[in-house]
DNA sequence: CTGAAAGCGCTAACAA
DNA sequence: TTGTTAGCGCTTTCAG
């Protein structure tokens, strides 16, 4: 016999196929003698429930989608690894879809997950706004995106972090300091954090867009050639970059120029991984909580999967609306200190 | 109506259930004119098939689990990012679990995957022997692990190498080589090399072991306290590490005392990751490759797939065996030429 | 406390 | 070229 099923520990135990799934499931009134004997029938057997059966009988399939551009990337790396260690906690399996900030992966990710009756979905790719997606057919939380519509969106506060990196720069006495981020644009709240202190300060801002699909050989030829025609009169003081790796190539800039950091030459990054934090320790970085963002994301779907299945009404107040977590400053060997 | 079925398609378009599913799955005979009609309802209703019933009827869920330590490591979260890519591509989804190197937690696992009926697996946790997991129930290929007993193994090629990064120091004229590595054992081939070409040129191994699951804090004592101690007058003149994180906490060692590198020390690492080169671009690693490695485990898994479904007597030698492919050296400011 | 029968949404014989 | 019937493996009324 293949894989024995339900029916055949139902034969052998000497009862009918309900009494084995209400053991399986624990519902109902059993004797503990009916209990052994099915117990003892599905050990002898060796038999294992289907899951795939009973999702498709329960109309639920205890699997989320998680959709993120690639977990190769040291944040995503991280936040779906405490994703999916808290969701396999609460009992749910997770699908991974790397979609490659590309919209039309993205699009074809959430049909396949929808075809697959998941129960709900973690979104943290940036390729499309979430708000225009296709009729969402089941509980959706997204994770620092723009323009998430109706949907619960759970991201670090950008602007106070960009902000306050920003300030301290200006603090240690810096004027010409350039912003890197993959993509200008005016929703993007790290780079208005950057825009508004040093507007603040009486400085003006410089941009430097390194993209997202680049090259990392690419990027780093962008951004020597910048710095490196800017080395006259007015050189650049201080990189605040939107993540730890754009940061880090700065770094690898004032190495190979033999430029002193932070006598010379600051840094400041974002995202402040563990795995940026131990390859390169000295580096200051505004830190993203990770493990914050990963529980809240899991707590509000969960909550959100619960009010669906109770029917009564779901509570309007539970779905959309921004949940903005604190982060903090880590200062390092990259940066002075502010002046007195 | 909730989410329309088949039947309302069929209903709708005024044909059979069986027409409807011979449309989508193109099937047989169909005259244009019912092509049409049925397309015409599926749009109409919003119809999605459902993936949870067809995967009971065909028992395939087109789905692959993959098991990994955790994505939130470089070398993992790429592995895992290429695999994803390439399966998804192939046609299969991705449920992925984060093992943490538990062996309890990789079991329990296990017994998910195949309640979930998956048509296969891929792991690369090594928690424990697969040799001695229970009755596996789909086609499993190991990436790098120990003891895979009947099942496919790819692995890079560790032992030469780590022979072939420590023969380069050697040939640098270091004496004192450190080898740093999660888990002694003498199963374990990274080791081997590292030894193997100590003793050859007449020079004695020194090991120093860092352990899986210790805080990166606790690693980072470990080892000052150990090259501390060495300052005198044998000091550690290389370090061999067995993954690039180690390599990292080496270097930032040097750097906080003031040891110069390569001149003083010298570090090479393990793995090769892009996430790793593009933060820490000097660092001297032995590069696995990943793309092949990937490449070469789906391959094998899915062929084992398919012979399993064609049923004619699978043939045997496509079953167990090693895969090695080959590393790179890649050199970098971290180390010295080797002397002419 | 236990069982018989119906059905989750789809596909695969077998007829027509 | 299309429809009828049965069934994938499980759970759930509803009876007993």
């Not at 309900?18 to 009916?34: A, D, E, I, W």
């Not at 225009?132 to 519509?149: C, F, K, N, S, Y």
């Not at 005016?186 to 040093?198: M, S, T, V």
Request: overall charge negative.
């Amino acid at each position: 016999m293949a894989q024995p099923k339900l029916g055949d520990v139902a034969a052998r135990a000497g009862v009918s196929p309900t009494t084995v799934s209400r053991v399986l499931n624990n519902r109902g009134y059993l004797s503990q003698k009916t209990r052994d004997k099915v117990f003892a029938a599905i050990r002898e057997l060796g038999y294992r429930p289907n899951a795939i059966a009973r999702s498709l009988q329960e109309r639920r399939s205890h699997i989320i989608g998680l959709i993120f551009p690639t977990v190769a990337h040291p944040f995503y790396g991280e936040m779906v690894y405490r994703l999916e260690s808290r969701l396999a906690n609460a009992g749910y399996r997770v699908i991974l879809c790397n979609s490659d900030e590309q919209p039309e992966l993205e699009h074809r990710y959430l049909d396949m997950l929808f075809a697959h009756q998941v129960d709900g979905i973690i979104t943290g790719s940036h390729s499309q706004a979430v708000a225009q997606l296709p009729q969402v057919q089941a509980p959706l939380v997204a994770i620092d995106r723009p323009e998430t519509g109706p949907y619960p969106n759970i991201r670090s506060d950008n602007y106070a972090g960009t902000r306050q990196a920003t300030e301290h720069l200006i603090g240690t006495g810096a004027r010409r300091i350039l912003h890197i981020t993959s993509t200008l644009s005016e929703q993007n709240l790290r780079q208005r954090g950057y825009a508004d202190a040093l507007t603040a300060a009486g400085l003006s801002p410089d941009f430097l867009e390194l993209g997202f699909h680049e090259s990392s050989e690419h990027q780093r030829n962008m951004l020597y050639e910048y710095l490196d025609a800017h080395r006259g009169a007015q050189p650049v003081e201080a990189v605040f970059a939107s993540n730890d790796t754009y940061a880090s190539l700065a770094l690898a800039w004032a190495q190979s120029r033999r430029v002193q950091v932070p006598e010379e030459f600051q840094v400041i990054g974002f995202d402040g991984t563990d795995t940026v934090h131990t390859l390169l320790p000295e580096l200051a970085s505004v830190v993203q909580p990770i493990e914050a963002l990963a529980e809240r994301a899991v707590r509000r779907l969960t909550e959100a999967i619960a009010a669906e299945t109770e029917e009564d009404a779901e509570p309007a107040d539970a779905r959309g609306g921004e949940d903005i977590l604190p982060v903090t400053l880590r200062l390092g060997g990259t940066v002075r200190p502010a002046r007195g």
